[in-house]
T-cell receptor
Framework: AQSVAQPEDQVNVAEGNPLTVKCTYSVSGNPYLFWYVQYPNRGLQFLLK??????LVKGSYGFEAEFNKSQTSFHLKKPSALVSDSALYFCAVRDGDNAGNMLTFGGGTRLMVKP | NAGVTQTPKFQVLKTGQSMTLQCAQD?????MSWYRQDPGMGLRLIHY???????DQGEVPNGYNVSRSTTEDFPLRLLSAAPSQTSVYFC??????????????FGPGTRLLVL
């Protein structure tokens, strides 16, 4: 079975400061990892993914994430937060060795960026 | 190109009533899925389809039926609504039989309240 843990229900950060949203995963095969963002009353939007290659992945809106295999983590980061980054963020994983495998989502982390 | 569309946006049902949530995509994606989103639980997969005529169960399929007669449409049927089915429902699609390496495009959601 595969699973995702997002240990923080909410992350608060001041505008202009760096932000980190944490994610750890468990999967038996090769991990394919994803971050999605959800703004109020909207569907989820894809931010970035790690399939293979460089451990540092760059995505939309200045976000990046670092894949750490030994720590089974895929933390989302941004060097300088904006108020408009305030949203709900979801980490997701699937087993890349299983073509029929589906995505499993974490419980979500609410990011609050204060002016 | 409308992407993934869902109707209705909001619905109130009485216990025992049945209804169909509509989902359509115009991107010619093979893979489509239905999730429900509940507070603190992330998104849980209800049913999915890897192509027209093919459907399978996800993590929480009980009380729901799906069919996929065309590539574009993937309706979700609630057979006999229960208060436990109060949730926000999201439809998603992605290209490729293996889910397009997992990158999914989400609809705006349907908010369902069962009294």
């Amino acid at each position: 079975a595969q699973s995702v843990a997002q240990p923080e229900d909410q992350v608060n950060v001041a505008e202009g400061n760096p932000l980190t949203v944490k994610c750890t995963y468990s999967v038996s095969g090769n991990p394919y990892l994803f971050w999605y963002v959800q703004y109020p009353n909207r569907g989820l939007q894809f931010l970035l993914k790690y399939i293979t290659g460089d451990n540092l992945v760059k995505g939309s809106y200045g976000f990046e994430a670092e894949f750490n295999k030994s720590q089974t983590s895929f933390h989302l980061k941004k060097p300088s937060a904006l108020v408009s980054d305030s949203a709900l963020y979801f980490c997701a994983v699937r087993d890349g060795d299983n073509a029929g495998n589906m995505l499993t989502f974490g419980g979500g982390t609410r990011l609050m960026v204060k002016p | 190109n409308a992407g993934v569309t869902q109707t209705p946006k909001f619905q109130v049902l009485k216990t025992g009533q049945s209804m169909t949530l509509q989902c359509a995509q115009d991107m010619n994606h093979e893979y489509m899925s239905w999730y429900r989103q509940d507070p603190g639980m992330g998104l849980r997969l209800i049913h999915y389809s890897v192509g027209a005529g093919i459907t399978d169960q996800g993590e929480v399929p009980n009380g729901y039926n799906v069919s996929r007669s065309t590539t574009e449409d993937f309706p979700l049927r609630l057979l006999s609504a229960a208060p436990s089915q109060t949730s926000v429902y999201f439809c998603a699609s992605s290209p490729g039989m293996s889910g397009g390496l997992g990158t999914q495009y989400f609809g705006p959601g349907t908010r369902l309240l069962v009294l």
